[in-house]
């Protein structure tokens, strides 16, 4: 079966055969000396001044930011299930916020954002997505981060690229918490999350909040080459062979492949009549809107052994995404292209051409990008 989600995404073999050793106590030498050099990866991988890994999955990371980088008031971006996790953190720990709600399909506007901003001076973090995942689509967060710190620059702006980090350049510039995952891009199994801090986040942190996800005390820790409560050994392991690979290859690279895979896949499904659901796609995953996305999904299950995600809430049946993210073969995202004209085909909607996959071939492999 190939596993086409956006998250988890498939484990390349190297991570597995790296997490298949014995497991280490993570207060030795051995295990710091592997801390270390994964940290420096994740230095280069995420650019920013500080980077902390948590033994959790995202939404531990979430939290993290939530409690430790705002104290005043929350301006969360709700144009989807993950923009809204971030409300319902806030909610939970009874901290103010103000919510902007977008259609799933729409990005949200940096205007809006800027205004809100002004008219509340209490605001003092903003958190967004850089992908909603639940629509597959890209938020401007970088024109957001710009505008918004010229307006307040002690704000602190927290983007979840957990569906960007490894799919696509991000400017860190304005951004003082990215935040990512292991099952995303990062091809791992789930139960890692990450942190890529500014300076000013660093110094807003001061001495933390909270317990487990006190920020401080990882940092701390962290820069002594060990983790507060016991480490994700076996997933640090393979983080570490996942950025080795990602490091040889080139992240420009990655970023390239990635982005011609989505593209080759989007044209190729709506040269097949099918919609994109998305206003501003996302690099991580296509989104397609489509009445009969389960029996879409079923077919492609059942019939040509391609597993890709539905939709949620009001889009639960009507969309199906297919992952983009990580280290995919063209031959296999052209198979899952193929299968959906195929199962169009079965649907009574269009006789088989195997137009999906010629169109596929035509740009993965003649397009300069
Ligand atoms: C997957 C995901 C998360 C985190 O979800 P977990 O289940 O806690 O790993 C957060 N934000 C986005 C945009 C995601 O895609």
């Known amino acids: ?9 498939p484990v390349p073999e190297k991570a597995r055969v790296a997490m298949a050793g014995e497991t280490i106590h993570h207060r030795t030498p051995e295990f710091t000396k592997i801390f270390n050099e994964t940290r420096e990866l994740l230095f280069n991988l995420l650019k920013t001044d500080e980077v902390v890994l948590i033994a959790s999955t995202g939404t531990g990371a979430m939290e993290a930011c939530v409690t430790n980088l705002c104290h005043k008031k929350a301006l969360t971006v709700n144009a989807g299930k993950f923009g809204q996790r971030f409300t319902k953190i806030c909610d939970s720990f009874n901290l103010p916020y103000i919510e902007l709600t977008y259609e799933w399909d729409t990005p949200a506007d940096a205007e809006e ?22 629509g597959g689509l890209r938020h401007p967060v970088e024109e957001i981060a710009a505008k918004v710190k010229a307006e307040r620059a ?11 980090v490894g799919v696509e350049p991000i400017d860190i510039e304005n951004i003082d918490a990215l935040i990512t995952g292991s099952q995303k891009a990062l091809m791992l199994p789930p139960g890692l999350s990450m942190i890529g801090l500014s300076q000013k986040a660093v110094e807003k942190i001061g001495k933390g909040k909270g317990f487990y996800f006190n920020l401080a005390s990882e940092i701390k820790k962290q820069r002594e080459g060990t983790t507060a409560y016991t480490a994700a050994t076996t997933l640090i392991i393979g983080l570490r062979e996942i950025l080795k690979e990602i490091e040889e290859l080139g992240l420009d690279t990655l970023y390239d492949l990635t982005d011609k895979r989505a593209l080759a896949t989007r044209v190729a499904l709506e040269a097949i009549g099918l919609s994109i659901y998305p206003k501003k796609p996302a690099n991580a995953m296509t989104a397609i809107i489509d009445e009969e996305a389960e029996k879409i999904r079923k ?5 040509y052994g391609v597993n890709v995600a539905g939709g949620q809430d009001h889009l639960k049946g009507r969309l199906f995404r297919i992952n983009h993210m990580g280290l995919i073969e063209p031959y296999e995202a052209a198979w899952v292209v193929n299968a959906v004209e195929k199962a169009l085909e079965e649907l009574g909607r269009l006789k088989y051409e195997g137009k999906a996959n010629r169109v596929f071939n035509e740009i993965y492999f003649r397009i300069d990008l």
């Not at 809100?116 to 209490?122: C, G, I, L, Q, R």
Request: proline letters at 6%.
């Open 113 to 134: 954002i800027v205004k809100t901003v002004k008219e509340n001076p209490d605001i003092d973090a903003l958190f967004i997505q850089i992908c909603e995942s639940a």
């Open 299 to 303: 077919i492609l299950k059942t019939k």
């Open 154 to 164: 002690d704000i602190m702006v927290v983007a979840d690229g957990i569906t960007a």
């Open 1 to 9: 079966m190939l596993l086409f989600t956006p998250g988890p995404t």
